[in-house]
T-cell receptor, first 115, second 113 residues
């Protein structure tokens, strides 16, 4: 298995631009999590999906952030418009919830820099 | 409310010595406990977990952790540290059917040759 795949690995953009981060979860997993990691705030859960349905988006910072999961093998996290304070590493993780093994497996992350 | 505490920001250990990275938790029900490791510029990697059963859990790379219900702790241990164990370690907990993980702040482990 290729593991969780994220793209791009690095993204540099200017303030005000739209940014789209992509994630392909592990095949057969039914849940997907988006996290943000910064030095100041550590690891924060932004949103998670179960069976492609958003379950809890209370961690999404504000309306500039949106996430979708159109099918079991793909999810996006979009920031529009981006701001310098959005600079962080964004991780996607997937797991098989309810199957007795609910370990989250992380992708390599996308390092976002907003200038 | 659920919470996780990793009381040490950094732990320094000489290579070959035993290491311990501490974690305490607070949940209202039965805890599911996890340890992850993060190497520089990498994603988090699963090390081990406790769900039920034997209090001593063995995981990847020779790590183990002991669940202590009375002390609400889940400390990560290794008998003999390697320089390559130097990384950031995260403890996480969830309670029962709540699938969200609550994460500790992380502990930087430095193993000196």
């Amino acid at each position: 298995d290729a593991g969780v795949i994220q793209s791009p690995r690095h993204e540099v953009t200017e303030m005000g631009q739209e940014v789209t981060l992509r994630c392909k979860p592990i095949s057969g997993h039914n849940s997907l999590f988006w996290y943000r990691q910064t030095m100041m705030r550590g690891l924060e859960l932004l949103i998670y999906f179960n069976n492609n349905v958003p379950i809890d988006d209370s961690g999404m910072p504000e309306d500039r952030f949106s996430a979708k999961m159109p099918n079991a093998s793909f999810s996006t996290l979009k920031i529009q418009p981006s701001e310098p304070r959005d600079s962080a590493v964004y991780f996607c993780a997937s797991s098989l919830l309810g199957g007795g093994t609910d370990t989250q497996y992380f992708g390599p992350g996308t390092r976002l820099t907003v200038l | 409310a659920q919470s996780v505490a990793q009381p040490e920001d950094q732990v320094n250990v000489a290579e070959g010595n035993p290491l311990t990275v501490k974690c305490t938790y607070s949940v209202s029900g039965n805890p599911y406990l996890f340890w992850y490791v993060q190497y520089p510029n990498r994603g988090l990697q699963f090390l081990l977990k406790y769900i039920t059963g034997d209090n001593l859990v063995k995981g990847s790379y020779g790590f183990e952790a002991e669940f202590n219900k009375s002390q609400t702790s889940f400390h990560l241990k290794k008998p003999s540290a390697l320089v390559s164990d130097s990384a950031l370690y995260f403890c996480a907990v969830r309670e029962g059917s709540n699938y969200q993980l609550i994460w500790g702040a992380g502990t930087k482990l430095i193993i000196k040759p």
